[in-house]
């Protein structure tokens, strides 16, 4: 089955009990036991349920793996992946990494003695000089958040496969449908299916997919152990959302290269950072390793922090929140709100000023949405 094609029937078929042509939400907490210790395959909720398992397979299926495994939100997933690690463990991250990934690493794991280096990777060789004999993992994001800096997964993964360590890519900017990092080298794969999966701002969730047997029946284990699981009822949310992936990330794409090459010649406009815009730094390896470029653009407005409110307040149809990856355009303010938990001189260095702004663009008509950020952009 072609991909478009995937969305709609894997792990979905139609009901064999009643042939109800959407999948069933499984809402049970526990399952019977035939006889004592045989039961049908499902024993207790936490453990499995069958709404779960059809996102599952559908999403280790869309990312072209073996096995999947679903979470209550993102960072759920994240965390299962971290519980892999001991105490005397090394971790090398991505310098742009998503917020709550980094809180995750510096304020929780640091204090049970894992260890953290974030690299600039736009030079894979930086990879080398930073492992230890400690070193485990490699965690990867790409596009990055916010800064939308490519990362070349493929080179990155075979350096890090000198030296044995696990390659971890969040594809949850890209989503599957524009690249898969399994493909390219990576163990696991991890998404935040609150944004492009989901794609309807209704759901927090999270995946992971892999390759490996053992690798799963870890993260399987952790799973359970943890208990960090979603609900039937998200999981069917999740793989309706999912059905309409491929028709709305290229309306996505579409509308983001059209907004970012306008938000280019604009003269309020100092910067903008799209991987779809040939004089963007990693135009070439984007163009490589995805299928196309994505909904998100962040860009660096003319001003100060007092016309950065002005623009907002001023700014009408795109929606002011965290999150990303919906129908709805929002547009966030990484330094106050996604980004906050980071320390601001750290902040300043990677280029996370307080002028910046990301935008997660919908699938709203274009020119509604270029109409409301030119109005904006005159009142600052
Ligand atoms: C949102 C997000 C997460 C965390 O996911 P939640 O579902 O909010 O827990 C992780 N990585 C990236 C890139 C994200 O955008």
């Given at each position: 089955m072609r991909f478009n094609t995937k969305v709609i029937h894997e792990g979905q078929p139609n009901d064999p009990l009643t042939?109800?042509?959407?999948?069933?939400?499984?809402?049970?907490?526990?399952?019977?036991?035939?006889?004592?210790?045989?039961?049908?395959?499902?024993?207790?909720?936490?453990?499995?349920?069958?709404?779960?398992?059809?996102?599952?397979?559908?999403?280790?299926?869309?990312?072209?793996?073996?096995f999947g495994l679903c979470f209550s939100s993102g960072l759920a997933a994240a965390n299962t992946v971290m519980n892999l690690l001991s105490k005397e463990s090394h971790v090398i991250a991505v310098d742009?990494?998503?917020?709550?990934?980094?809180?995750?690493?510096?304020?929780?794991?640091?204090?049970?003695?894992?260890?953290?280096?974030?690299?600039?990777?736009?030079?894979?060789?930086?990879?080398?000089?930073?492992?230890?004999?400690?070193?485990?993992?490699?965690?990867?994001?790409?596009?990055?958040?916010?800064?939308?800096?490519?990362?070349?997964?493929?080179?990155?993964?075979?350096?890090?496969?000198?030296?044995?360590?696990?390659?971890?890519?969040?594809?949850?900017?890209?989503?599957?449908?524009?690249?898969?990092?399994?493909?390219?080298?990576?163990?696991?794969?991890?998404?935040?299916?609150?944004?492009?999966?989901?794609?309807?701002?209704d759901v927090i969730g999270g995946a992971l997919v892999v390759n490996s047997e053992k690798l799963y029946q870890e993260l399987k284990f952790f799973q359970n152990a943890v208990g960090g699981v979603p609900s039937p009822m998200d999981c069917f949310l999740v793989l309706r959302g999912l059905k309409?992936?491929?028709?709305?990330?290229?309306?996505?794409?579409?509308?983001?290269?059209k907004l970012a090459e306008f938000l280019k010649s604009h003269r309020k406009v100092k910067k903008v950072y799209y991987p779809g815009l040939v004089e963007h730094e990693g135009h070439e390896i984007a163009k490589r390793q995805m299928k196309n470029f994505g909904g998100m653009i962040s860009f660096e407005l003319d001003t100060d922090f007092k016309g950065v409110k002005k623009f907002f307040s001023n700014l009408k149809i795109i929606t002011l929140a965290e999150s990303l990856g919906a129908v709805k355009s929002l547009i966030c303010h990484p330094a106050t709100m996604t980004h906050a938990s980071v320390d601001p001189e750290v902040r300043r260095q990677r280029g996370i000023t307080d002028s910046l702004v990301r935008l997660s663009v919908g699938l709203e008509n274009e020119d509604d949405l270029k109409e409301a950020l030119e109005n904006a952009l005159k009142a600052i």
């Amino acid at each position: 089955m072609r991909f478009n094609t995937k969305v709609i029937h894997e792990g979905q078929p139609n009901d064999p009990l009643t042939g109800a042509v959407s999948f069933p939400i499984y809402q049970t907490s526990t399952y019977e036991q035939i006889e004592l210790g045989i039961s049908k395959g499902f024993t207790y909720g936490r453990t499995e349920n069958p709404t779960r398992s059809a996102l599952e397979k559908a999403l280790s299926s869309l990312e072209e793996g073996n096995f999947g495994l679903c979470f209550s939100s993102g960072l759920a997933a994240a965390n299962t992946v971290m519980n892999l690690l001991s105490k005397e463990s090394h971790v090398i991250a991505v310098d742009d990494l998503y917020g709550g990934t980094f809180r995750l690493f510096t304020k929780l794991y640091h204090k049970f003695g894992v260890d953290f280096t974030f690299l600039d990777l736009s030079n894979p060789e930086n990879i080398r000089k930073a492992v230890k004999k400690e070193t485990r993992l490699l965690w990867l994001e790409s596009p990055t958040n916010p800064l939308l800096k490519i990362v070349d997964i493929e080179k990155c993964a075979k350096m890090a496969k000198e030296y044995g360590l696990l390659v971890l890519v969040d594809n949850t900017f890209a989503t599957p449908y524009l690249q898969k990092p399994l493909k390219l080298g990576a163990d696991i794969v991890l998404h935040s299916t609150t944004k492009y999966l989901n794609g309807h701002a209704d759901v927090i969730g999270g995946a992971l997919v892999v390759n490996s047997e053992k690798l799963y029946q870890e993260l399987k284990f952790f799973q359970n152990a943890v208990g960090g699981v979603p609900s039937p009822m998200d999981c069917f949310l999740v793989l309706r959302g999912l059905k309409t992936l491929p028709i709305r990330m290229d309306r996505h794409c579409e509308n983001a290269l059209k907004l970012a090459e306008f938000l280019k010649s604009h003269r309020k406009v100092k910067k903008v950072y799209y991987p779809g815009l040939v004089e963007h730094e990693g135009h070439e390896i984007a163009k490589r390793q995805m299928k196309n470029f994505g909904g998100m653009i962040s860009f660096e407005l003319d001003t100060d922090f007092k016309g950065v409110k002005k623009f907002f307040s001023n700014l009408k149809i795109i929606t002011l929140a965290e999150s990303l990856g919906a129908v709805k355009s929002l547009i966030c303010h990484p330094a106050t709100m996604t980004h906050a938990s980071v320390d601001p001189e750290v902040r300043r260095q990677r280029g996370i000023t307080d002028s910046l702004v990301r935008l997660s663009v919908g699938l709203e008509n274009e020119d509604d949405l270029k109409e409301a950020l030119e109005n904006a952009l005159k009142a600052i």
